[in-house]
């Protein structure tokens, strides 16, 4: 089983629409958590991070994190066609003395006009 | 700043040849990341570098892998030889270390180099 879990999609949705992109994740020790968008044929940039449990707003784009269940949900709202992307979540366990990040393998958004 | 650099953007080669990629960080960073995308496995790290020094090799496959960081602005992935299963789009990162919280600062990718090993 791997560390993260995350759906690949396509996740198909009309322009103006909420989406709800989500990770599940098995190591309990990961604090730290994190989406990247990726546009085809350029390498992941970062979208947003958070810590622990809660939520995170910045724009259109609303990060939570539930770490009794394991789970970290990303939310567009009124998505546009520009978002266009694939979306990978990464987390990292804090003080092990490395830099580690664990991907999910990305979920497909495709937004149409 | 013009950001990671990676080159070769595209390689196509036959088995058993030798492969290099080569990454220029962003000046100034001093922690460099060597990642492997593929549709099955997603993006795994290989192995990171800090302060040109390499501190986690584990995500390495096997030992036809190396990576060299001679100094802090260049560094090589080396594939020796290559085999079928190595075609992947191959990512460089990097970042100035941890941040204040104790995490990764935020890793910047390069274009990325797309492999294919015929």
């Known amino acids: 089983q791997k560390e993260v879990e995350q759906d690949p999609g ?15 994740y098995s190591n309990s020790a990961f604090q730290y958590f994190m989406w990247y968008r990726q546009y085809s044929r350029k390498g992941p940039e970062l979208l947003m991070y958070t810590y622990s449990s809660g939520n995170k707003e910045d724009g259109r784009f609303t990060a939570q ?49 | 700043d013009a950001g990671v650099i990676q080159s070769p953007r595209h390689e196509v080669t ?10 220029k960080p962003i000046s100034g960073h001093n922690s460099l990341f ?20 390499p501190i986690d ?42 941040g204040s919280g104790g995490h990764t600062d935020t890793q910047y990718f390069g274009p990325g180099t797309r492999l294919t090993v015929l």
């Open chain 2, 57 to 98: 090799d584990s995500g390495m496959p096997e030992d036809r892998f190396s990576a060299k960081m001679p100094n802090a602005s260049f560094s090589t992935l080396k594939i020796q030889p290559s085999e079928p299963r190595d075609s992947a789009v191959y990512f460089c990162a990097s970042s100035f270390g941890r």
């Open chain 2, 34 to 53: 060597w990642y492997r995308q593929t549709m099955m496995r997603g993006l795994e790290l290989l192995i990171y570098f800090n302060n040109n020094v």
């Open chain 1, 10 to 24: 396509p996740l198909s949705v009309p322009e103006g629409a909420i989406v709800s992109l989500n990770c599940t």
């Open chain 1, 65 to 113: 994190v539930d770490k009794s269940s394991k789970y970290i949900s990303l939310f567009i709202r009124d998505s546009q066609p520009s978002d266009s992307a694939t979306y990978l979540c990464a987390m990292e366990a804090l003080n092990t003395g490395f830099q580690k990040l664990v991907f999910g393998t990305g979920t497909r958004l495709l937004v149409s006009p």
């Open chain 2, 14 to 23: 036959e088995m058993g040849q030798e492969v290099t990629l080569r990454c």
